[in-house]
């Protein structure tokens, strides 16, 4: 998320979490494990939590956003420009494309 979506912060209230876990379920004796162990556990702290947003709406001059709000209006168009998935990704089926929207408007320029 810091890379697609400028000046996200984390949920610091999850950063305790965080160290407890980073020591306890991250294996440092191999170096492959302890790379995997890290970045799962990294991704997992900057992972907005459903139960911090649903529930509670961010409330600010009169505005109400969800994180339903956040995700449509914020992490998927920043995906849009900023997502280049690598290669295992993409050939694992981890992201697929669902419609490009230039082949669309190929299709329905047609009717």
């Not at 004796?29 to 947003?53: D, N, R, V, W």
Request: aromatic letters at 10%; glycine letters at 2%.
């Amino acid at each position: 998320l810091p890379e697609i979506v400028e000046n996200y912060v984390p949920p610091i209230g999850n950063l305790p979490s965080f160290l407890l876990r980073l020591a306890l379920e991250v294996d440092w004796c191999s170096e492959k494990l302890c790379f995997q162990g890290i970045s799962s556990e990294l991704a997992l702290f900057y992972t907005p939590k459903p139960e911090m947003h649903l529930n509670h709406g961010i409330s600010s001059n009169n505005s109400h956003i969800t994180l339903k709000w956040i995700v449509q209006h914020v992490l998927l168009p920043a995906m849009r420009v900023d997502f280049h998935p690598s290669r295992f990704i993409e050939e694992s089926n981890y992201v697929i494309e669902v419609a490009c929207l230039q082949n669309l408007y190929k299709i329905f320029e047609r009717c």
